[in-house]
Nanobody
Framework: EVQLVESGGGLVQAGGSLRLSCAASGFTFDDYAIGWFRQAPGKEREGVSCINSSDGSTYYGDSVTGRFTISSDNAKNTVYLQMNSLKPEDTAVYYC????????????????????WGQGTQVTVSS
């Protein structure tokens, strides 16, 4: 059974940090690009940051560049999103998704369906 399970969301004050985890199972992790997406109420889904798990190449959306860092632990089939200097506008449900044989820029900028999705984790940043 394919699973992407997100964890690490929560409530944090502006300027604080959170680390999200996306644990993958049921597919060949190294063949996939993994992306973090977010969606706030009334807003379009946004590609936040993505990584190619085989070569470690990354992509960041403009709104998070310099504040968020994506990384991959291939031994654990897990992708992390370290979020620093959080802002209230970062409040959203964060999802991870996986696409086969694609690059991080391509998966992040593709806002249609993906091969696999997680269930999401809520991140709330208070002002």
């Amino acid at each position: 059974e394919v699973q992407l399970v997100e964890s690490g969301g929560g409530l944090v004050q502006a300027g604080g940090s959170l680390r999200l985890s996306c644990a993958a199972s049921g597919f060949t992790f190294d063949d996939y690009a993994i992306g973090w997406f977010r969606q706030a109420p009334g807003k379009e889904r946004e590609g936040v940051s993505c990584i190619n798990s085989s070569d470690g190449s990354t992509y960041y959306g403009d709104s998070v560049t310099g504040r968020f860092t994506i990384s991959s632990d291939n031994a654990k089939n897990t992708v992390y999103l370290q979020m620093n200097s959080l802002k209230p506008e970062d409040t959203a449900v964060y999802y991870c998704a996986a696409d086969l044989f694609t690059g991080p820029r391509q998966i992040c900028r593709h806002l249609g369906t993906h091969d696999y999705w997680g269930q999401g984790t809520q991140v709330t940043v208070s002002s």
